[in-house]
């Protein structure tokens, strides 16, 4: 064999080799990038759910707390006050900070018609039944703004069934718990004022038992939320407001009270400072859910991170995974000298490689039998 021919079948030999190493990157490569990829998006995914919940908690807490001023100022222009616009001003601009108005167009366009509504209201001269009709509107407008919230922002599209039931408690029954008492305080002031009417104790009656309904069914989603959930912070967090909240709806709708049949209407005066108590432990109990409901969100951010941190190192391990099998494999099938041609030149290959590449670069390389001997042959002869 010529000197040419055997750098020849040395240089593909380091082609197969290259080729080798290829395939092995390759072959651990591609399932680590498409395994690391898909992490990668539901990571994404995760994270832009959760911070879109946190924009919602946001709204809601800045809507809860407007409702509960439309509540209570409904409740004082049904007797006969003047609204107080500085408290409607200051409510109103707390929604505003939250950038509700730059949000997604429906629910922008919900809250623009609300806000007008609102300033009308302050101007009203409506008293009585008249007030309580209108407030009535925009109270319920506040309801479905937050409702709407809660659906886009996607707080109901928790995949822990803790979350999703808090979530619907914060966000749809403990406003319409809250609008329940009101109007059940409401109606008896106006069917005390109107003692002849019937139709006006029907609906304070019908009022108290919508109340109890609402009631029973906040208490059964915040048990739910309560049995299911592993975060030991959301219980300790509303326990104290639940037990106020339940206290005051016992005192305004009693479980005997609730059996069909006529029965006198409670005193509005009584009923009013219990609806009152019940209302700011409603709102205690809303700031809390929320507030555990933020630290949810938060926590799935962290855990979306940590995803993001496991998708690159997978993606990164595949290949390093394949060059270790290949220097291991190499290691373990390379020839005893092998090392000696490329390494050091100790073996008799390397020593005959190198005469041989002094005797090219001389111009004497000739034929091979003439320059180099048997032995100098078989060791440079793969």
């Not at 994404?44 to 924009?55: F, G, P, V």
């Not at 001023?69 to 500085?86: F, Q």
């Not at 319920?140 to 709407?148: G, N, R, W």
Request: proline share 4%; hydrophobic share 45%.
């Amino acid at each position: 064999m010529r000197p040419t021919q055997a750098f020849t079948h040395l240089r593909l030999r380091a082609g197969a080799r290259r080729v080798a190493v290829a395939v092995a990157v390759s072959f651990f490569l591609v399932p680590s990038v498409l395994l690391s990829l898909r992490i990668w998006a539901q990571a994404e995914d995760d994270i832009d759910l959760a911070r879109r919940q946190q924009h919602g908690i946001a709204y809601a807490g800045a809507l809860s707390g407007l409702l509960y001023t439309l509540t209570s100022t409904e409740s004082t222009v049904i007797r006969g006050a003047a609204p107080d616009v500085s408290t409607l001003n200051h409510a109103v601009g707390a929604v505003e900070a939250t950038g509700l108005a730059s949000a997604d167009l429906p629910l922008a366009r919900s809250w623009s018609a609300l806000r007008e509504g609102i300033g009308d209201l302050g101007d009203s001269p409506a008293r009585g039944a008249a007030a309580y009709a209108a407030w009535s509107k925009a109270v319920e407008q506040s309801v479905l703004l937050l409702s709407a919230v809660s659906e886009d922002s996607g707080l109901l599209l928790a995949d822990a069934n803790d979350r999703y039931y808090l979530a619907d408690v914060i966000t749809r029954r403990l406003p319409l718990l809250l609008v329940a008492a009101g109007r059940m305080d409401d109606l008896t002031f106006l069917a005390a004022a109107t003692p002849n009417s019937a139709e006006a104790r029907v609906r304070a009656s019908t009022a108290q038992a919508v109340l109890g309904q609402v009631a029973g069914e906040v208490a059964a989603l915040l048990h739910q939320s309560l049995y299911l959930t592993q975060d030991g912070r959301l219980g300790r967090s509303l326990i104290a407001s639940m037990d106020r909240v339940a206290a005051s709806v016992l005192a305004m709708t009693p479980i005997q009270d609730l059996a069909p049949g006529p029965r006198g209407l409670p005193d509005a005066e009584a009923l009013s400072a219990t609806r009152k108590r019940g209302a700011s432990a409603v709102v205690a109990m809303s700031e809390a859910g929320l507030d555990g409901l933020w630290a949810m969100a938060e926590d799935a951010r962290g855990e979306a991170r940590h995803s993001r941190a496991s998708a690159v190192g997978i993606c990164v391990s595949g290949p390093l995974s394949g060059l270790l099998v290949v220097l291991v494999s190499q290691l373990l099938v390379a020839p005893r000298g092998a090392s000696s041609a490329t390494g050091d030149g100790s073996g008799p290959r390397g020593r005959a490689h190198r005469r041989l590449k002094r005797r090219s670069a001389a111009g004497t390389a000739g034929d091979w039998p003439t320059h180099l001997s048997m032995q100098e042959s078989a060791d440079v002869a793969p």
